[in-house]
C-alpha cells in the first residue's frame, strides 16, 4: 500500500532557530496537506498543496510540494516557542479523493 | 460553528469492559473518519464513512471494534471487549467533499485507558 514517510522524526531547535520536515510519498501524490498537532490536541489543517513544484507561505512557514509530486517540505523560519507541536504531512490514498495517508509525524520542540 | 466534537474526553475502563466513543460531525459535512493515535504506532485510520455508509473499515484491528453512524450528525465507535493494547487516543474527524482532496477537521479525541 501506499506509504508516506516523514524525517525527522524529533527536532529540537533553539527558539529563533530554522527547522525544516521532510515529507516523502511511495507513490506519486494528486496533492499534499500538512496538519499541526499541539501537544494534547488534535491535528489541524494548515495547507493544501496541488501543483507540481508549487511554494506557498503562511508568515514563517513555507511548504513545498516537489516537482515529481512525491515529496514535499514544511520550513519554518525563526521558530518561536508556539510553533511546537507534531507536524504531519498527509496525502490522499490513492483512487480516493477522502481518505488521508498520514506521514509519522515530526515533533519539534523549542527550546526558549 | 461547532467543530467535531467527541465523547467522553477521557475513559478509563477495565479489561473486557465494553467502550463506547462518540462523534458529532460538522454540520453539512459529509464524511467521516475514526482514527486511532498511539505513539508505537501513530495515527491509524480505523474506519470512514461516507454518506453514512461504511466505505472502508479495513483499518479496524479486529472484531472487537465496530462503527456505527446511523444519521449524518451521530457516530459511535465501540470496542467489547476491550484490553489494555487498545489504550490510545481516538479521533473522529470529518470533512465535506470539496475540491482535489477535502480537508479534514479532527474532534479534541477521546483518552481511553484500559486498566
Known amino acids: 500500500g501506499q506509504q508516506v514517510m516523514q524525517i525527522p522524526q524529533y527536532q529540537h531547535v533553539q527558539e529563533g532557530e530554522d527547522f525544516t520536515t521532510y515529507c516523502n510519498s511511495s507513490?506519486?501524490?494528486?496533492?499534499i496537506q500538512w496538519y499541526k498537532q499541539r501537544p494534547g490536541g488534535h491535528p489541524v489543517f494548515l495547507i493544501q498543496?496541488?501543483?507540481?513544484?508549487e511554494v506557498k507561505k503562511q508568515k514563517r512557514l513555507t511548504f513545498q510540494f516537489g516537482e515529481a509530486k512525491k515529496n514535499s517540505s514544511l520550513h519554518i523560519t525563526a521558530t518561536q516557542t508556539t510553533d511546537v507541536g507534531t507536524y504531519f504531512c498527509?496525502?490522499?490514498?490513492?483512487?480516493?479523493?477522502?481518505?488521508?495517508?498520514f506521514g509519522s509525524g515530526t515533533q519539534l520542540t523549542v527550546l526558549p | 460553528d461547532a467543530g467535531v466534537i467527541q465523547s467522553p474526553r477521557h475513559e478509563v475502563t477495565e479489561m473486557g469492559q465494553e467502550v463506547t466513543l462518540r462523534c458529532k460531525p460538522i454540520?453539512?459535512?459529509?464524511?467521516l473518519f475514526w482514527y486511532r493515535q498511539t505513539m508505537m504506532r501513530g495515527l491509524e485510520l480505523l474506519i470512514y464513512?461516507?454518506?453514512?455508509?461504511?466505505?472502508?473499515d479495513s483499518g479496524m484491528p479486529e472484531d472487537r471494534f465496530s462503527a456505527k453512524m446511523p444519521n449524518a450528525s451521530f457516530s459511535t465507535l465501540k470496542i467489547q471487549p476491550s484490553e489494555p493494547r487498545d489504550s490510545a487516543v481516538y479521533f473522529c474527524?470529518?470533512?465535506?467533499?470539496?475540491?482535489?482532496?477535502?480537508?479534514?477537521?479532527f474532534g479534541p479525541g477521546t483518552r481511553l485507558t484500559v486498566l
Open positions: 498527509a496525502g490522499p490514498e490513492k483512487g480516493s479523493a477522502r481518505q488521508l495517508t
Open positions: 454540520s453539512g459535512h459529509n464524511s
Open positions: 498543496l496541488v501543483k507540481s513544484g
Open positions: 507513490t506519486t501524490l494528486s496533492n
Open positions: 464513512f461516507n454518506n453514512n455508509v461504511p466505505i472502508d
Open positions: 474527524a470529518s470533512s465535506q467533499a470539496r475540491g482535489v482532496t477535502d480537508t479534514q477537521y
